[in-house]
């Protein structure tokens, strides 16, 4: 060896053993950031009590119980703490009208005239429509979560030949052994369960005891805890409640681009097939969401509704979710270093990424719901739609009725509490409403939310054709938004 490269060696080797050895960074456990999101957004959402429940291959990885079933009574939540599931109730309907389409009883291509002869529809609407949410409007082409849902249980009766608690009780319930689950028939028959159902509770002037909506349909009424709900979806994947036939046509998008199937909701969010249900009484709420790429499945249930109402799954979008994006951050998409609440201070610095958008989109969402009981949110909608719009100013792209939602309801908290107008975000609000409509030209939503824009701005001829709209819209059943169309055009004749 050279004799002037021989010094040179050893003190290289020297300097490898002197130099002490970098710890690696330690590991961010994704279960422990996703606990310490749920119960960050059970503050956040005063939910007195929720449940959480993860499965992943059928087996539970994270199961907690957090806060009061009763506050009154000191009452905590566990594992035996039943809670109304509303409208998940609809995906146990859908087991059943699919079991019953399997055994011959019924065809989703069955007018549901021909069991609800009262309706007088004709015969144009059929099963599988009011099945997947396509019954209103463009029938068969326009998702509207409808209350409609309710006339399968005539369906599921006449098919079956016994009640819908009847064929629940003896095709669901007792071949999953699923103890903890029963009807909200009335106070009496609840009452007389030997099981502990969490209290009921409103949000508003702090929180206040609530009430128990009562009823039985194929809509809602179930009343379950998390372990009935995880032996549920266990019975989804491996076919003890259906075919792998039935459930190709349940989990199916209804028309492509749509984001229910023919039971469930059926969306795609960055190639990965998502399927879930959500339930939203006065004074519960629910959350069932699949993974079936991963094999995972989220269960949630609260007793007050903010953990369903501010994020407006009725539009068909989980990530509106605050609770859903946290799950796919840290379960789905390896995530877990990204914060529940994002930095705007720091957000110069991120990578622009439709996953940073939409959590963005989702607070936003959130902090404009949560604006009804405190200024500070109100500051922090805006603050977090004026990122958004800066970062990714191509709002045409990502505009949907949840992001109207989210500037109506900010633009409704300045009106009743008398504030100055919000008028910073109003050129997006007009052509995203725009947008929408010609994707959805019958959409009521969408009227209502342009109707009330163009009269709050003295634009009458052009609120009245919003307001016209939802009226001659014959296909679409009266709700709150009916209402508000009549009492508005009666106050303001042509």
Not at 386 to 403: G, H, M, R, T, W
Request: aromatic share 12%.
């Amino acid at each position: 060896m050279n004799k002037h490269l021989f010094p040179l060696l050893v003190l290289a080797l020297l300097a490898m053993h002197c130099t002490p050895s970098r710890p690696e960074p330690a590991r961010i456990d994704p279960l422990q950031v996703f606990a310490k999101d749920m119960a960050d957004l059970k503050d956040y959402f005063h939910i007195p009590g929720m449940g959480i429940l993860v499965q992943q291959n059928g087996e539970t990885i994270y199961e907690a119980y957090l806060g009061q079933a009763d506050v009154d009574a000191k009452r905590a939540v566990d594992s035996a703490t039943v809670f109304p599931i509303a409208s998940l109730t609809k995906i146990y309907a859908a087991v059943a009208i699919h079991q019953l389409a399997a055994a011959g009883k019924l065809s989703l291509d069955d007018p549901i005239e021909s069991y609800l002869p009262e309706l007088e529809i004709g015969d144009s609407i059929l099963v599988r429509h009011v099945l997947s949410h396509t019954s209103q409007g463009a029938v068969g082409q326009q998702f509207y979560y409808s209350y409609r849902f309710g006339w399968l249980k005539a369906v599921i009766e006449k098919a079956a030949g016994q009640s819908l608690e009847e064929y629940v009780q003896a095709n669901i319930l007792q071949p999953l052994a699923l103890k903890n689950t029963f009807w909200l028939r009335d106070s009496a028959y609840v009452a007389a369960q030997p099981q502990a159902m969490a209290q009921p509770y409103f949000y508003d002037n702090g929180l206040e005891p609530g009430i128990i909506e009562y009823g039985v349909s194929s809509s809602a009424g179930l009343v379950s805890n998390l372990r009935d709900l995880a032996a549920f979806s266990r019975g989804l994947d491996d076919e003890s409640l259906l075919s792998a036939a039935s459930k190709d046509v349940m989990f199916k998008s209804a028309q492509e681009g749509l984001p229910y199937g023919y039971g469930i909701f059926s969306e795609s969010y960055a190639e990965v097939e998502l399927l879930w249900g959500y339930g939203q009484y006065d004074c519960y709420a629910s959350l069932f969401l699949k993974v079936p790429e991963k094999g995972l499945t989220l269960i949630l249930a609260g007793n007050n509704n903010l953990m369903s109402d501010p994020a407006r799954l009725i539009y068909g979008k989980a990530t509106g979710s605050l609770f859903v994006m946290s799950f796919l951050k840290n379960m789905v998409f390896n995530q877990a270093e990204r914060p529940l609440f994002v930095n705007l201070e720091k957000l110069a610095s991120t990578e622009a990424t439709p996953f940073e958008r939409d959590q963005l989109l989702a607070e936003a969402l959130a902090a404009s719901f949560m604006s009804r009981f405190d200024t500070s949110s109100f500051k922090a909608s805006v603050q977090i739609l004026e990122a958004v719009f800066q970062k990714y100013p191509n709002y045409a792209d990502y505009a949907d009725l949840n992001l109207m939602h989210t500037i109506s309801f900010l633009k409704n908290v300045t009106f009743y509490r008398n504030l100055t107008p919000l008028t910073a975000f109003d050129q997006q609000f007009e052509m995203i409403g725009n947008s929408l409509l010609e994707k959805t030209p019958e959409n009521p939503y969408l009227h209502i939310y342009l109707g009330t824009y163009y009269d709050r701005n003295g634009m009458t001829d052009q609120a009245r054709v919003h307001f016209q709209q939802i009226l001659n819209n014959a296909n679409f059943s009266p709700f709150w938004y009916t209402q508000e169309a009549k009492a508005w055009l009666t106050a303001n004749p042509e």
